[in-house]
């Protein structure tokens, strides 16, 4: 697989240095791998620090700024960043009120926000901790490291970053960062595996003429390979399994979402697919996003993500946000 | 005896077995992981090498908990601090000793295990590293090369495995007919025990 | 290759189905195939439309809404749209004060919108054209069609879109908008050809480890194809292509573009090349941006656009807009 | 001499040929263009055949016209303003006669064909339907079966040249090689006279 890259090594400091003179509005510590909002730490106000494997952009690092993340901590190529990273960040974002990591449940991520939320406190920053898992394609269970956090990381990192942006306390911003996770479900498919730089060929194979059913965001398999369905077909599918898991009383926001290499000419088709689908199961939207929010590299496919919201949810959704991958109101 | 040395080269051998085999590691991470076991420990045992040949700690403890430190530091992912934490709890429980016997390593190591079982949830049979780092702690008592060959065959005996823990639990039924990468890198790490005894 | 669609024949209008969906505040005609802004048309301001064949999302719909264009016009996958659609979308944003056809230098698309300008004139609608040619890829001779249009449609629609929505008159909107193109240069590369749902097969092969070199944004192969070269190397060749045929004297404004199916991560490395080339041949840049602008359906690769900006030029470009696919300021 | 039905022949004999052939079309246009030729046609005569079948035009010149019209309202890229052009211009050029004899209608082609020239700016030798087109319209007094062989050698023709209009020119010479789409939908239209003719 051809790349556009120099060397697999310095992705993601190449990166880094690419966001750094495209975002002058955001400090970009390229040795240390934090991506921090210039204004922080902002007095008052709660600082929101995430991060996870590189290779999901925008994720993590372009939804730093007014109104969402104060800082992100971009690892290697799908690999949890490190503790280091974490608590250099918080460090960054800590005007005293308290720092929330938010964190995708992955060993890997869990594992290494948890060390770095000991060394904060260590050094007297208050951390609370909201863990999005939101993927219905695996079963929460004994059996697995549960679900997966995938696309409601997006809704997790806006909701609770307006909570915080309005000065409330590090407790509520949590409390409301868990509320966006509880409410949120997701299912992904993919076309095609995706290609780490590190490995250079595709991470699976995957047949002409079939998908994968429930994949995550590191190029891993999903649960079930099927014969090529329609754009119609993935819809019910899809939505069929995040509605056998949560049945929304609230209107929901729609995360239509791509993997990273599909058109967004098929992703705007498919989202005619997916809202579709939720009228026929009386699911009223409140708001839809298509594009690639929260993507697995090269990989062809999409995910849909649906996030019930009450007004309260409502409005800090729609309050301003001014970061490179998602802007309004500012 | 182990004196400080012998740690030192133990922590060499496996970044050289680790750079050796990496492209395997991370090819075995493919096809139930994230395609990148192989460069994570490349990049920690390349750290933890640098470190020790910089800071020269003295003692097999110190060696250790070095090591891990670095580790945790460098590498990320899930087995950066399940790998950082067994070398970092391993050299505390060595104290700060200038040698150490087989049967205190043996000990200190078992401790090691325990905390990335505590650490990470998973017990033998979840198909995780720890199938290759229990089998081989309980090997220690006949030597390097035992505890060697009782890594290698719980890493061999993962792949009819489901996976419970780490990603590969993600895949359900499908994770069943693979090795796992992380017990595939504990085997190395141990085989590295039986290169640094000159065995 | 495998695509999220239901079937070749209806992907345009499931994708218009789709932005309707996403997209309240544009009315999508699904049937007449225009997407125009509800306030349009807007009193005494000058309308701006462009179109194009589909497949370059978010070109040209995308950029429909205040600050940027009034209406667009999608055609089939790669294919000009038809005069009925121009005509269509004129009338529905001219409020007297003239439309501006913003029209990229292809064949079909100067053909159709030529004629559109004709039937508009007869209905009374006052008519002037900007043609985008911008690809220094193509020698502009008598023996080719020209310059293609590319990555500069986007710097010529949103400036001329500021001037328009600042109520400058026809004559004004036009000069601005030739005064954008006439200082834009753009040069593309592909790692990939791209699949159109017609055909379903690549459009060219491309053998592992080879590149083109000078593509444009419809599937075509470019002026040459070399061995697989680093994101340094591409950088160099491509901005020096650039600046071989114009020599800023004034800040550029950058655009480094994604064809559709590389990743973001690559294409910030990418722009961090592209930067120290420009830093090293005195060229001084006032705003970047990256990421997936005028793409190639799921093309892999990158293009370079320049834009030399005077203080005006830069003031319009900073100016509000609030388009699915460029929001700032609103 | 040729009545409407004549034409409506030669338009709904085009429309299947260009079924037919539509993915040979839009092959030819993927080395060299942009891979539409053949559904871009498709769509155009598809909704040309539907608009006679609907409004049935009385007369040579109309069923032209509608069919010219048709074409520029359904087909868009360059191809669709052309043959929208040959076609309108040509049945303008017949009036409104109920018959028109072979000579007035390769006069009016010839009308047609300028007309396309002028708006395209393309002259033969440029590697495009013109190229089909001409020795068409000259080998027209020859009859249509003449003119279809003109029309075929004229595309094959296309093959060596250098592109100097449409997507193709981009290539510069590397459009050198590869038959021009257009030109072979040209040679298909001809074609279609002589299966309108029944000969
Ligand atoms: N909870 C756990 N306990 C013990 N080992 C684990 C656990 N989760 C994952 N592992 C080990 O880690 C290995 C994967 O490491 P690596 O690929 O470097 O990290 P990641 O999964 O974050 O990409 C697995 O093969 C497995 O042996
Ligand atoms: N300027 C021109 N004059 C005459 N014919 C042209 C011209 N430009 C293109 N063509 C013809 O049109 C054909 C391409 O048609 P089509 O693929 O439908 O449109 P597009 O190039 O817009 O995709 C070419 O093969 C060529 O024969
Ligand atoms: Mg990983
Ligand atoms: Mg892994
Ligand atoms: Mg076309
Ligand atoms: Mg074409």
């Known amino acids: 697989m051809k790349m556009l890259i120099n060397v697999a090594e310095t992705v993601v400091a190449d990166a880094l240095r690419g966001m750094a003179a495209a975002h002058p509005e955001l400090v970009v510590d390229v040795d240390n791998r934090v991506i921090v909002r210039r204004d922080a730490p902002v007095e008052g106000k709660v600082g929101l620090v995430s991060g996870g494997g590189s290779g999901h952009e925008p994720l993590h690092g372009g939804f730093v700024g007014p109104g969402m993340?104060?800082?992100?901590?971009?690892?290697?190529?799908?690999?949890?960043?490190?503790?280091?990273?974490?608590?250099?960040?918080?460090?960054?974002?800590?005007?005293?009120?308290?720092?929330?990591?938010?964190?995708?449940?992955?060993?890997?991520?869990?594992?290494?926000f948890d060390m770095a939320a000991e060394?904060?406190?260590?050094?007297?920053?208050?951390?609370?901790?909201?863990?999005?898992?939101?993927?219905?394609?695996?079963?929460d269970s004994l059996y697995t490291a549960g679900r997966r956090g995938t696309g409601a990381t997006l809704f997790v990192e806006k909701i609770a970053g307006a909570a915080a942006d309005e000065g409330q306390p590090l407790e509520r911003v949590e409390a409301v960062g868990r509320q966006v996770n509880e409410n949120s479900r997701s299912f992904g498919v993919a076309l095609s595996a995706c290609t780490t730089p590190a490995k250079g060929s595709p991470t699976f194979d995957l047949p002409p003429g079939e998908l994968e059913l429930g994949i995550g965001i590191h190029g891993e398999p999903g649960r079930e390979r099927r014969a090529m369905m329609t754009s119609g077909e993935i819809a019910e599918f899809a939505v069929g399994a995040i509605l056998d898991d949560m049945t929304p009383r609230n209107p929901v926001l729609v995360l239509v979402n791509g993997m990273g290499a599909t058109p967004l000419l098929e992703l705007y088709g498919f989202n005619a697919e997916v809202q579709r689908v939720l009228a026929q199961r009386g699911v009223s939207v409140a708001h839809t996003l298509v594009g690639n929010y929260v993507t697995s590299l090269d990989m062809a496919g999409a995910s849909v993500t649906l996030c019930q919201v009450d007004q309260e949810m409502l409005r800090l959704w729609n309050a301003p946000v001014k970061t490179p991958g998602l802007r309004w109101g500012v | 005896m182990l004196d400080a040395e012998f740690f030192r080269r133990w922590m060499t051998a496996t970044s050289a077995s680790v750079d050796r085999e990496a492209e395997r590691l991370t090819a075995l991470d493919s096809p139930i992981g994230d395609a990148d076991h192989g460069s994570n420990l490349q990049r920690g045992f390349t750290a933890v090498a640098a470190a020790l040949e910089k800071e020269a700690p003295q003692t097999p403890g110190a060696v250790l908990t070095l090591a891990g430190r670095q580790l945790i530091s460098t590498v990320g992912g899930a087995s950066g601090p399940l790998y950082g934490t067994l070398?970092?709890?391993?050299?505390?429980?060595?104290?700060?000793?200038?040698?150490?016997?087989?049967?205190?390593?043996?000990?200190?190591?078992?401790?090691?295990?325990?905390?990335v079982m505590t650490l990470?949830?998973?017990?033998?049979?979840?198909?995780?590293?720890?199938?290759?780092?229990?089998?081989?702690?309980?090997?220690?008592?006949?030597?390097?090369?035992?505890?060697?060959?009782?890594?290698?065959?719980?890493?061999?005996?993962?792949?009819p495995l489901q996976a419970r823990k780490g990603r590969a639990s993600y895949l359900g039924e499908r994770s069943i007919g693979h090795q796992d990468p992380g017990a595939t890198s504990s085997a190395l790490l141990i085989a590295g025990l039986v290169e640094a005894a000159g065995e």
């Open chain 1, 69 to 112: 993340l104060s800082a992100a901590c971009p690892g290697e190529v799908f690999t949890s960043p490190v503790p280091d990273q974490m608590l250099r960040a918080a460090a960054a974002v800590d005007s005293g009120a308290g720092v929330l990591f938010i964190v995708k449940n992955y060993t890997g991520d869990v594992l290494n």
């Open chain 1, 119 to 139: 060394l904060a406190e260590d050094e007297g920053i208050q951390v609370a901790k909201v863990l999005v898992n939101d993927d219905v394609a695996v079963t």
């Open chain 2, 87 to 115: 070398l970092r709890r391993t050299g505390k429980a060595l104290g700060d000793a200038g040698e150490v016997s087989a049967d205190e390593f043996a000990q200190a190591l078992r401790a090691g295990v325990d905390a």
């Open chain 2, 120 to 159: 990470g949830g998973a017990a033998p049979g979840d198909k995780t590293m720890i199938d290759a780092l229990v089998p081989a702690v309980d090997a220690l008592g006949d030597g390097f090369t035992a505890a060697r060959a009782a890594a290698e065959e719980g890493a061999l005996a993962t792949t």
